[in-house]
């Protein structure tokens, strides 16, 4: 098993910054995430936020009691010259690989429990830390289960354009039961969310709206081989590699194609289907979960991971299209927790005489695994 987290955010209309901040860590068995939403809108919003989340979720890691970090904030918190009061509301999910933790809130909206396929409600024990009003759940998740925490802005959607008096919460959780499904990631979930939110804005929100998501699923591994390694004596040696262990399997590349339809014996069959022109088109092997071209499209498949990090990109983060570079995105972002790249430092012969080499190659294959590890990926290259 393992955790996944994911968040998407609005600002205000008219503002440069968020006044909500999302901050997570994983710190050995725990995964802890703060979202933090600053009083008002704008920069000073921002900072509040951004303390905040930032200092409870560094104490909160490192198992401070709850009753110092609440006082922390408190003593820490610029005041507001305007209002006098220096105020930033917080939700607190602090849970370990096995599932189990505590879920504590101050001032945002009640958080919605995914669970089974429907949304519930957490139970909620009322405590008084430092003269506030906080609560604390327990959390023990099951495979697939979610944990959906939300900033205001998503009760306020709509308030004086579609809806009169903003998103009731029993809406919000019917929208949730026809939209989400539990094999969806935690970003995919969030955004699911905020865009609606968004819709109900009008594309103008009204406050700042960020919805953060942390879901507890299977482990899924995926190994990925990327070009053929610079020995040919040891193309039987680095595909046995590449081939160990119950993972998914994905071949980037046609001279890596040939070589482990090679290995297994089994014939390399290509698709003439071009569902995206700027593509090329996908190959078959047995025992293969995926076989793509090479640079091309992982050159498309970083473009995708960049759109899919951005918090404030409200299309939908699962992908419909059948091009090698959407359905390599669906098994990299939305399925896989642990990614191991075999990535082959041989010269491309059908590279001669394009504006392609083996650097470039390397530094996609290392951007694109950078943007998986800021995902929350578990991601390992071997190169040969």
């Known amino acids: ?16 910054l968020c006044g909500d901040n999302v901050e997570a860590t994983t710190s050995g068995e725990w995964t802890t995430l703060v979202l933090a939403d600053g009083l008002g809108s704008g920069v000073k919003a921002n900072i509040l936020s951004t303390l905040t989340s930032k200092i409870l979720c560094t104490m909160v890691a490192n198992d401070i009691d709850l009753y110092e970090c609440v006082e922390t904030i408190i003593q820490t918190l610029p005041v507001c010259s305007v209002r006098g009061v220096a105020y930033s509301t917080f939700s607190i999910i602090h849970v370990n690989k096995e599932g189990c933790g505590y879920l504590f809130e101050f001032d945002n909206p009640q958080a919605i429990y995914y669970h089974h396929g ?15 009003q906080v609560f604390k759940s327990p959390l023990k998740l099951e495979n697939d289960d979610m944990v959906i925490v939300m ?10 354009m579609i809806l009169n008096f903003g998103w009731d919460r029993a809406e919000i959780m019917q929208h949730l039961n026809r939209n989400l499904n539990p094999s969806m990631s935690a970003r ?3 955004t699911i969310f905020a865009s609606a939110c968004n819709d109900l804005y009008l ?5 700042d709206t960020t ?4 879901k507890f699923r299977e482990r899924t591994d995926v190994n990925i081989m990327v070009g053929p390694p610079v020995d040919k004596e040891k193309d039987s040696y680095y595909v046995g590699k590449f081939m160990e262990g119950h993972t998914k399997k994905v071949v980037c590349g046609g001279t890596s194609s040939q070589i482990v339809a090679r290995y297994l014996g089994k014939p390399l069959r290509t698709s003439f289907d071009f569902p995206d022109k700027e593509v090329p088109p996908i190959g078959f092997i047995d025992g293969i979960d995926l076989t793509t071209e090479g640079v091309i499209t992982l050159r498309r498949l970083l473009d995708l991971s960049k759109r899919y990090m951005d918090i404030h990109d409200m299309a939908p983060k699962t992908f419909t299209k059948q091009d090698g570079a959407s359905l390599l995105a669906n098994v990299l972002f939305e399925e896989a927790s642990n990614i191991r790249f075999f990535v082959g ?15 470039m190659k390397m530094k996609i294959v290392e951007h694109l695994a950078a943007n998986l ?8 290259l071997d190169y040969d």
């Open 373 to 380: 590890r800021s995902m929350g990926k578990e991601v390992v």
């Open 1 to 16: 098993m393992c955790l996944e987290y994911g968040c998407s955010s609005m600002n205000k209309y008219g503002e440069e």
């Open 188 to 190: 995919a979930a969030a």
């Open 118 to 132: 429907k949304c519930t409600d957490f139970e909620r024990e009322e405590l008084d830390v430092c003269g506030k």
């Open 211 to 214: 919805v953060a998501v942390v």
């Open 151 to 160: 900033s205001d802005g998503t009760i306020h959607a709509g308030i004086g």
């Open 203 to 207: 594309d103008k929100p009204g406050d």
């Open 345 to 359: 430092r041989s010269v491309n012969v059908a590279h001669q005489g394009l504006p392609i080499d083996t650097g």
